[in-house]
């Protein structure tokens, strides 16, 4: 189906004539949130159906193309047993570039429901390009970014949508937190207006500038609030923009608390969060990851300037603990970021291990209730250089049951074993046979029933170039060197980077990229 026909098709759905309510997702594994958990781990240990054999057999293929009216970038989310109009649907839910939001049935492939947040007959659209100087990081408009996250518990959705409104030869840009139900597509309440400002050292306050500030770090839900991370569009405006983190009361939308990365009166701000599309990792006591983009930096000298760096807030956005590398001027001028990659923090470990990295190729073991501060010797458990390390990294790694999994662009993925005693430690236990091209490597994630043998599989995508096709691998998680299936998502119709990672729930596998629109893989 062309796919304005299939736009048009989709927003036919009445969504005032469905009448439900929610239902219990009891029986299914959810897959709500960016990289499946808070930790974010990306892997899902409940998945029964797809197994290392049945993987590697005839079976698993891709079946599907679940349509969309535009580039998909966020993950999608797969939400099972939601009672629409009195049936129940196992949800996978898609976000756009052009601000829509797509509700599919997974086993079916049939829209259950569809919602655009513009208006064009009123002037509302996604966000064009020319607005943000051209950059080209995400295209064609930018719309929905970032992966919404999802309350099973109420089955409410949230999201961050950016548009531009051009009334009486004048344009203004917004950014809206919702919160939807998943039961109708509606807004439960009124959405929430994405602004703000904080006080400058020295006097004076920094305000949030939408035309320049761009949501990409996927939402977390935790503490009763939604968290949202924004950072520039290709560094434009460095005098203006800055990394910001709001948090929004999950049942209100009211705002609760807001943390500018770079609040020290200067000519140059930035300290995006960004990491390439991956979410602010939340510990066991509420405490708030964040990984911040080259920019100002002076926390050392007791500033508040927190470029360049790993940052540990608690629930309030109030800064509990940092850690910026020894070579933090010269990573930041040559931006070399941090905030590429986000933080991931390992489960059951004590004292709590994290995971992080910076784009030159370089693993950080942290500690994550000491992260190590700033010192002309780094204080930290260990760097892991990965191979060939003047290849980007961008995203952020995947975890299970002792190993972790990370690769630099044009490399191979590399597995590590995690020991904690003396100290953290990462060593190197296998590799893909096949490289990851495009920039940044990949952000695998993770699939298995418990620890139970012959079930845990690590699946990655390709970073291709626009027009090009996207790869989605499986391998036994294991020995990485032995791969499952190789198949085909589909071509990527965007300029910006692909940062792409699976989502594998209940016997399903969707990838988006797959031109306009998601791929579902299973089992035939």
């Keep these: ?104 049935d997974a086993d079916t492939g049939k829209s259950v429901w569809a919602r655009s947040f513009i208006q064009p007959s009123r002037g509302s659209t996604a966000v064009s390009i020319s607005s943000v100087g051209n950059c080209n990081q995400i295209t064609p408009t930018i719309g929905i970014s970032s992966t919404p996250v999802v309350d099973s518990s109420t089955l409410t959705l949230y999201l961050d949508d950016k548009s531009q409104l051009t009334a009486g030869g004048s344009t203004t840009y917004h950014d809206y937190v919702r919160a939807i139900d998943l039961t109708t597509g509606h807004d439960r309440v009124q959405p929430a207006e994405v602004g703000g400002s904080v006080a400058i050292a020295g006097g004076g306050t920094d305000v949030f500038q939408d035309q320049w500030q761009q949501n990409r ?9 939604v968290y949202v991370g924004f950072g520039s569009s290709c560094d434009e405006n460095a005098s203006v923009t800055h990394g910001w983190l709001f948090a929004y009361n999950a049942s209100t939308l009211k705002t609760t608390a807001i943390f500018n990365t770079t609040t020290t009166s200067a000519d140059d701000y930035l300290g995006s969060i960004w990491q390439a599309t991956y979410a602010p990792a939340v510990g066991p006591s509420g405490n708030i990851y964040i990984a911040t983009g080259n920019g100002a930096f002076d926390a050392a000298a007791g500033g508040t300037d927190f470029g360049e760096s790993v940052v540990r807030l608690d629930p309030s956005l109030q800064v509990l603990d940092y850690f910026s590398p020894s070579d933090e001027a010269d990573q930041s001028n040559n931006d070399q970021d941090i905030g590429s990659v986000g933080v991931m923090l390992v489960p059951g470990t004590n004292p709590q291990v994290a995971i992080s990295g910076i784009k030159s190729g370089v693993m950080y073991v942290l500690y994550g209730a000491n992260l190590g501060g700033f010192h002309s010797t780094d204080q930290v458990p ?20 002792g190993s972790v999994y990370w690769g630099a662009s044009n490399q191979p993925m590399e597995a590590f074993a995690l020991t904690t005693s ?15 091209g495009g920039e940044g490597g990949e952000i695998p994630g993770v699939s298995s029933n418990g620890t139970k043998a012959g079930t845990a599989i690590v699946w990655a995508t390709t970073r291709p170039s626009q027009g090009s096709m996207i790869q989605l691998y499986a391998y036994n998680a294991t020995n990485l060197s032995h791969m499952l299936y190789a198949g085909t998502v589909g071509p990527w119709e965007a300029e910006g980077d692909a940062f792409l990672t699976p989502t594998i729930a209940d016997g399903h596998v969707f990838v988006g990229g797959a031109g306009y629109g998601v791929a579902e893989f299973g089992l035939k």
């Design 422 to 436: 003396p100290s953290a430690k990462l060593t190197y236990t296998s590799e893909t046979s096949n490289s990851f």
């Design 217 to 225: 770090a996927g939402l977390a839900l935790a503490n009763g609030n």
């Design 382 to 401: 260990q760097e892991v250089t990965l191979e060939n390390a003047d290849n980007s990294l961008y995203g952020g790694p995947a975890y299970y049951n």
């Design 1 to 104: 189906m062309p796919r304005l026909t299939f736009l048009y098709a989709a927003l036919a759905v009445s969504l005032g004539a469905l009448t439900a309510t929610a239902s219990a997702t009891t029986g299914h594994t959810g897959y709500y949130t960016y990289h499946f958990d808070n930790d974010r781990t990306g892997w899902n240990p409940n998945e029964t159906s797809l197994t290392q054999a049945s993987v590697s057999s005839s079976l698993f293929a891709r079946i599907r193309t679940l349509g969309a009216d535009s580039v998909v970038y966020a993950q999608p989310l797969y939400v099972p047993n939601v009672i629409v109009g009195g049936v129940s649907h196992n949800l996978v839910l898609i976000a756009t570039e052009n601000d829509t939001l797509y509700a599919y």
